[in-house]
């Protein structure tokens, strides 16, 4: 068994709760309230620009260049490609890059980029990408599901777009990407060094599923830095 497959076996019922979560069943619908979506917007926008800062260590602490490149394509992707995507729409919401660099980071939020850049400080490259592989993963394996049970909807959901950029071939070509240097770099580990890693995986899992939680049940933030 690849590693990666063990990783998935051990947070798959957590995973499951994602797909059923109301704020992506909204999405798939294309229901969710668009100030509860807004909200998601500002708060992953942040998150996205303290996200980078961890595959910058692990710039830092790549043993060669093939790894340099993959964390680097890792910082160029987040800040281009999908926060593209969150800005697209937050201008079609009313909200400016400049508004949105102005909100706090809500509490949830604040806690998972801190619990990712505390091990990007102080662990290896297996445990920096055990605290980020949760968040791209998860979001292919969220948008597969959504277009693959709301496809007939998908040109008249105003989230279409979203749906589209996390299950795109791009996307997966990514995701794949670091599935594959995950089993790589992790292979022939002890059981103890598994339990290990996956520790930090399951809890980047969690504060997945808070980051849903945040989202759909706080109200957009209005306080400014």
């Given at each position: 068994?690849k ?10 019922e ?174 022939n ?34 306080e400014?830095v």
């Amino acid at each position: 068994m690849k590693f990666t497959e063990y990783l998935f076996e051990e947070n798959k019922e957590l995973w499951e709760q994602y797909l059923v979560h109301p704020f992506i069943t909204e999405i798939g619908e294309g229901t969710l309230p668009k100030e509860k979506f807004l909200n998601y917007l500002i708060q992953d926008y942040l998150y996205l620009k303290e996200f980078v800062r961890v595959f910058a260590m692990g710039v830092v602490k790549a043993k060669s260049i093939e790894e340099m490149k993959l964390f680097s394509s890792a910082i160029g992707g987040s800040i281009e490609d999908e926060a593209a995507t969150h800005i697209k729409y937050m201008e079609q919401l009313g909200v400016s890059i400049e508004d949105a660099e102005k909100c706090y980071l809500k509490i949830n939020n604040r806690s998972y980029v801190s619990y990712m850049q505390s091990i990007s400080l102080t662990g290896s490259l297996k445990e920096i990408v055990m605290a980020t592989l949760p968040c791209t993963w998860s979001y292919y394996f969220i948008g597969e599901y959504l277009l693959e049970n709301y496809r007939d909807n998908l040109l008249e959901n105003y989230y279409g777009d979203w749906i589209k950029s996390y299950s795109g071939h791009e996307f997966k070509d990514v995701v794949e990407k670091w599935i594959d240097y995950t089993n790589e770099l992790c292979s022939n580990l002890t059981q103890d060094e598994k339990v290990s890693l996956n520790t930090i995986f399951n809890q980047a899992s969690i504060y997945e599923m808070d980051f849903w939680e945040m989202a759909y049940e706080d109200l957009l933030e209005k306080e400014m830095v």
